[in-house]
């Protein structure tokens, strides 16, 4: 499952450099996330380092976007194999 950023967004510009897919970021209003490109970090970290530095904890996981595990790491070594 993807993350989702929240309307409580106060745009303090910590998560977006922490995503190794470059998943977020900025929208219209408040950053984004790319559910094609949110792998949860799974395949980089043990735990999403966006919601890790989120002072508002605004990050949780995407409802719409349900992934497992296995899912998730296959889109990670999809996006891998893209960079390369």
Same mark, same amino acid.
Do not use: W
């Given at each position: 499952?993807?993350?989702?950023? $929240?309307?409580?967004?106060? &745009?303090?510009? #910590? ?5 190794? &897919?470059?998943?977020? *970021?900025? +929208?219209?209003?408040? *950053?984004?996330? &790319?559910?094609d490109? %949110?792998?949860? %970090? #799974? +395949? ?8 890790? #530095?989120?002072?508002?904890? %605004? ?5 719409e976007?349900?992934? $497992? ?16």
């Open positions: 499952m993807a993350l989702i950023i $929240t309307d409580d967004c106060i &745009n303090c510009d #910590v998560c977006e450099p922490e995503c190794p &897919n470059d998943a977020i *970021y900025m +929208g219209a209003e408040i *950053y984004e996330i &790319n559910p490109k %949110c792998t949860e %970090c #799974v +395949g980089h970290f043990d735990e999403p380092q966006c919601q890790q #530095v989120c002072p508002v904890s %605004c990050i949780p996981f995407h409802p976007h349900r992934e $497992t595990k296995d899912q998730l790491f296959a889109k990670f070594e999809r996006l891998q194999a893209a960079k390369a």
